[in-house]
C-alpha cells in the first residue's frame, strides 16, 4: 500500500462517511467491504436482496454492512416520485420510474441524492457509460462546473518529482477530445481534486509537444488558449503551459526550455491534451515505473460517484472507496 493510499484511508477515519456498492453479487466487491469494515475508514451500503448477498459471501465477514433491498424498502416509491418528477420533462413516466429503481445503480445514487448516502462507487461489472449515467441524471455537475472529467492519481516509488513522486493526470480516462474551454476547465478542477485529495497545493501543467511557441499548430494553440482561460478561471493558482512534459517536471530541463515558467519543473497535477495522451501516459507510468495508478476518479459530479475498472481488484475497490470518502469530506466543507 502506498503512502498515499493509507494517508488517504487515515484521513477517511477522521469523518467517516457512508459509501454505496451496488454491485453486492460480485465476490471482489464484498471482499472490499469486509476490509473497508475491518480498516473501520467508512460505513458500507450493499444494495441487493440479503439472502442471495449473504449466500455469496461465505467465509467473507459483511455483518457490519447494511444491506438495503429497493423493492422492500419502504422508501422505494419515495425514490420513484423524486425521479419521475426529476426526469418526466424528459418523457419519464412513474411506471418507468419504478422499473429504473429497481437497477441498484440508479438506487445507490439516490441514496447519495437524499443524503442517505455520501457518495458510490461502482464499475467492476458495470460499464463506464451504465455507472456515470445515473449519476449525471440524478446529482448533474456541481455549482459553477460545466463539465464532468476523469483523473488518476499516479504514485511513482522512488521519485524525486512532482510531490514526492505523486502526480494527478487528466483527463485520463472520459474526455475524448476537449476544447480549449474544456481543457482549461479540466485543470482547473483537477487543482482543487489535486488539494483535496493529496493535501498539498496543485503545480498545473497543461501539456504539449511544445514548450512556449517552440512549435506552431492547431495542436499547440488549443493548449495555449486554455492555458489563458485556466488562469482566468483560476488566477490565484499556479497554472503554466504550453509545456513539454519534461519541461514541466524536471527542472533542470525547465531552466533550458522554459526558464521564465513559474512552475519551475516542478509540476504535480499533468493536464494532457486529449484522451489518447492521458490514457496512454498514465498506462506507461503504471508499467515501467512499477507505479500506483488510481482512478479513473469524476471530478464535476455534484457528489462523488467512482467508476471502476472491470478488471479490478478487491484491493483496488478499497483503494477507490476511500479517495471517495475523502471527496466527500471536501464537498460536506
Request: aromatic share 6%; net charge negative.
Amino acid at each position: 500500500m502506498s503512502d498515499f493510499l493509507r494517508r488517504t484511508i487515515e484521513r477517511a477515519k477522521l469523518d467517516k462517511k457512508t459509501i454505496v456498492l451496488p454491485e453486492s453479487t460480485d465476490i471482489r466487491t464484498l471482499k472490499a467491504t469486509e476490509i473497508i469494515l475491518k480498516e473501520g475508514f467508512a460505513n458500507i451500503v450493499l444494495v441487493g436482496d440479503e439472502e442471495e448477498i449473504k449466500s455469496l459471501a461465505v467465509g467473507i465477514d459483511i455483518s457490519g454492512a447494511t444491506i438495503v433491498n429497493p423493492e422492500k424498502s419502504e422508501k422505494f416509491e419515495d425514490y420513484c416520485n423524486t425521479f419521475y418528477e426529476m426526469r418526466k420533462n424528459k418523457g419519464m413516466t412513474i411506471e418507468k420510474a419504478r422499473e429504473t429503481m429497481k437497477n441498484p445503480l440508479y438506487w445507490g445514487v439516490m441514496m447519495v441524492k437524499k443524503d442517505e448516502a455520501d457518495g458510490m462507487v461502482a464499475g467492476a461489472i458495470n460499464s463506464t457509460a451504465n455507472t456515470l449515467r445515473p449519476a449525471l441524471q440524478i446529482l448533474k455537475t456541481a455549482p459553477g462546473v460545466k463539465l464532468v472529467s476523469a483523473f488518476f492519481i499516479m504514485c511513482v516509488p522512488d521519485c524525486e518529482y512532482g510531490h514526492h513522486g505523486t502526480f494527478l493526470y487528466a483527463d485520463s480516462g472520459l474526455v475524448e477530445n476537449p476544447n480549449a474551454e474544456e481543457l482549461a476547465e479540466i485543470a482547473v478542477c483537477s487543482a482543487d481534486s489535486f488539494r483535496a485529495l493529496v493535501g498539498a497545493e496543485p503545480k498545473v501543467a497543461m501539456l504539449s509537444y511544445s514548450s512556449y511557441g517552440s512549435a506552431k499548430s492547431e495542436l499547440t494553440e488549443k493548449v495555449i488558449e486554455a492555458t489563458r482561460l485556466a488562469k482566468e478561471k483560476a488566477p490565484d493558482c499556479l497554472i503554466d503551459g504550453e509545456l513539454q512534459v519534461d519541461a514541466a517536471i524536471i527542472p533542470e530541463v525547465a531552466k533550458s526550455k522554459a526558464p521564465n515558467s513559474p512552475l519551475k519543473g516542478e509540476a504535480n497535477v499533468l493536464i494532457f491534451p486529449d484522451l489518447n495522451a492521458g490514457n496512454i501516459s498514465y498506462k506507461l507510468t503504471q508499467r515501467l515505473a512499477k507505479a500506483e495508478a488510481y482512478g479513473p476518479i469524476t471530478q464535476g459530479i455534484a457528489k462523488p460517484v467512482n467508476d471502476l475498472s472491470r478488471g479490478c481488484s478487491a484491493e483496488d475497490i478499497v483503494g477507490v472507496v476511500a479517495i471517495t470518502a475523502v471527496q466527500a469530506q471536501s464537498i460536506k466543507k
